[in-house]
């Protein structure tokens, strides 16, 4: 059985103030979640394979295959700024030169 003292032990050494009505609030939590890890370290795993998630992973992103792209010289055309065969951007803050 958790004990009042256990959770007012772990505060401290969380460096945590705690009220008295915080303690006998956290108290009870804190039991409550014990109690089911325990039920769950109860469970007969015996077979059951280790998984990091419930439910098989599936990327969903598509695959990396080359296509046409635009025309350079035509999406340059439309910059408000070109410079050297780039877009031209506002130049950084602080940035000398």
Avoid: K
Avoid at 13 to 27: H, K, M, N, Y
Avoid at 73 to 79: F, G, I, K, N, R
Avoid at 84 to 90: I, K, L, W, Y
């Amino acid at each position: 059985m958790l004990r009042r003292e256990d959770v007012a032990h772990v505060a401290r050494l969380a460096r945590l103030t705690l009220s008295d009505e915080e303690l006998d609030l956290f108290t009870d939590q804190l039991a409550q979640v014990l109690e089911h890890a325990s039920d769950v370290a109860a469970l007969d795993l015996e077979g059951v394979e280790a998984t990091a998630h419930p439910f098989g992973l599936v990327n969903v992103v598509r695959a990396d295959e080359p296509q046409p792209s635009l025309d350079r010289d035509e999406v340059l055309a439309m910059a408000p700024d070109v410079e050297d065969g780039r877009f031209a951007v506002p130049r950084i803050l602080g940035e000398d030169q």
